[in-house]
């Protein structure tokens, strides 16, 4: 290329977590800093939020009016689009409020004058709004998760989207089952891979930081979870703690009428 591919990164509604995952590449990011003209990233100090550049990053979801226009111009300025996190991704541990009967009791609780709070009803992924070219899912992301990513498109290759379960990872870093020696409610068998393991590796239950593997059974998952003795109330919050969707809910509820299919 006769010049620099320019890239930027965007904050939405977030908690920062996968902008550091980016910081935390260490050694990687200067390099990456030598083959890429960074135009906004304000977690680095670099502010040009309106710059027209090849790569966008976005981490956090939509929940403001503001941030339905910011999206849009990004979306414009942008030629590739890719949301990092379970916030861009599908609206992250603030759309629990979307499961609610009325959105505004959420900020009446935290508020004392919820009337200047600038929300919407609910708390939506990018791709709600706007093309998204790549997902990069997890809460937060890893280093590896991006440098992979922004190394592959550099190359002029769209990276693949990983879901296998969690459950194969385990099995190969010959990590000892959760849910079957310890019965600890481990959501590994419907969770995509990508953490490396992590809590399994000492010995505790999966998560579900990196959002839905392929073909997830969650319906049969969930009466497992039934069977270790959590109550209907545990099991919902096992499943929609990091990534909160309403039709998984409904479908849970099928299953303590006795009504659940095999697929969630």
């Not at 992979?148 to 296998?164: K, N």
């Not at 039934?226 to 039709?247: M, N, T, W």
Request: aromatic share 6%; net charge negative; glycine share 10%.
């Amino acid at each position: 290329m006769s010049r620099k591919p320019t890239i930027a990164v965007h904050k939405f509604s977030s908690c920062d977590g996968c902008q550091l995952a980016l910081l935390n590449m260490g050694e990687a990011l200067v390099t990456l800093a030598e083959r890429v003209d960074i135009k906004h990233f304000a977690e680095a100090g670099v502010l040009d939020e309106m710059a027209e550049v090849d790569i966008a990053f976005i981490e956090g979801s939509v929940v403001t009016q503001h941030d339905t226009q910011r999206i849009q111009q990004i979306r414009k300025n942008s030629r590739y689009l890719i949301t990092m996190g379970a916030c861009a991704t599908s609206g992250g541990i603030q759309a629990l409020k979307n499961l609610s009967d009325s959105a505004n009791s959420w900020t009446g609780a935290i508020y004392p004058q919820p009337e200047f709070i600038d929300s919407l009803d609910r708390s939506e992924p990018i791709k709600s709004h706007v093309k998204v070219d790549f997902e990069i899912w997890g809460c937060p992301i890893n280093s590896g998760q991006i440098s992979t990513a922004i190394s592959l498109m550099l190359e002029g290759v769209m990276p693949q989207d990983e879901r296998e379960k969690l459950c194969i990872e385990c099995k190969r870093e010959g990590l000892v089952c959760t849910l079957v020696t310890a019965g600890e409610p481990c959501m590994g068998p419907v969770t995509r891979t990508g953490c490396g393991a992590l809590c399994p590796q000492y010995g505790r239950a999966c998560y579900g930081c990196y959002g839905d593997a392929e073909l997830p059974h969650n319906s049969a998952l969930a009466r497992r979870f039934s069977g270790l003795g959590l109550l209907p109330d545990q099991v919902h919050k096992r499943f929609q703690l990091i990534h909160p969707d309403q039709a998984k809910s409904n479908d849970l509820v099928k299953v303590e009428s006795g009504k659940g299919g095999q697929n969630g």
